[in-house]
């Protein structure tokens, strides 16, 4: 199973809800005219809230069985990864879900995923930029929006073409974003990935843990791929015994497969009876691969380090699509947004090709919502 792409293929999921809900409010206030009433303001707002939290209820939906087959796919494959090892250890094999230690882990990961989901998928929690520019209680901030448009006809055409321009584009720009207790926010399509995909990769960690232990194992190898961080490149395809890693870990700002961004997986194994997944020439080529040294408008870096600008690069596409679809549905002029990704797409395939870095313009693309 390719983790990235499942990262990427949730965010873009959540990210087509956030469109479909912003859109709900951009078509209250496009049908604002002078006909509208305050009264007639209030009655759409509720209804739009419904719509919204119909929306976040089938993404809260999808995202619970989507985490469900995920963790079921890492425990089958942790399962034919274990075979071998309680077959040269002269165990009896133990499947993950037979374990009932690393059942245990399982069971308790994939349901704080779904809780986490669940809970971010509450309007409750929902904000977004209201007409003064502020991050907003949704329900407050539909309202507001509203009550602005009326106030704003009643001012004069030229008035209200300027005030929803205006809040038409800070709606569309700022996406849907989730309220934590501590204040801070963040955007739901990135809040309810990164909470299931780090759910997951703990919770797996975990369960591979206990299997090792359940086949005696003394030490771990560390996964290994290209384009590999700088902090973790010398560790990555080898073995240590558990002592070892433990004192690596120990030595790291940032461990190894925690989180943190971090693509790596360990894996428990049995010292001089496992043999390494990847060999020396391979991870020779990794390393030189992740450091080979490239320069984008006049600035050096790895070439590691310009998968991250990359990254950078098609999120922000993806974003500013999303926010294209909004403003249409709002039937906002979208020459401007249209020329502004044009530009960075071509950009980034010039610079990608400059870094001999390989593109993946599929990262760009912007699901529709289908709820």
Sequence with gaps: MDERREELDISRVALAAEVAILCVIARSLRGVDADTGYDDAAKWQVAGMADISAIAATLSSMLGK????????G????DSWSKAMFEASGRAFQSVMGNPFSKQSVVSGRSKARKDVDGMCRTSVMAVVSHDGKVTPI???????LNRAVGAVRSGVSAYGEEYDRMVRRLSSGGVKVMYESGATRELYSAVSMNVMDNYRMTMQEARNEVGRAFGADGVEVSAHGMCAEDHAPYQGRQFSNAEFARIQGS?????????NCRHQTFPVILGVSKQANSQE????????SSRKVD???TEMTAYEFTQRQRRMETSVRKLKAERRVLAEAGSDT?????????MVKRYRAESKAAGVETREERMSAYEWKG
């Design 66 to 73: 989507r985490a469900d087959a995920l963790f079921g796919a």
């Design 75 to 78: 425990a089958d494959a942790t």
């Design 139 to 145: 329900a407050q901030a539909y309202g507001d929006c």
């Design 252 to 260: 790291l700002e940032r461990p190894i497969a925690m989180g943190y």
């Design 282 to 289: 391979q991870l020779r080529k990794y390393r030189e691969q």
């Design 296 to 298: 984008v408008n006049g």
């Design 335 to 343: 020459s401007g947004i249209d020329s502004t990704i044009d530009e």
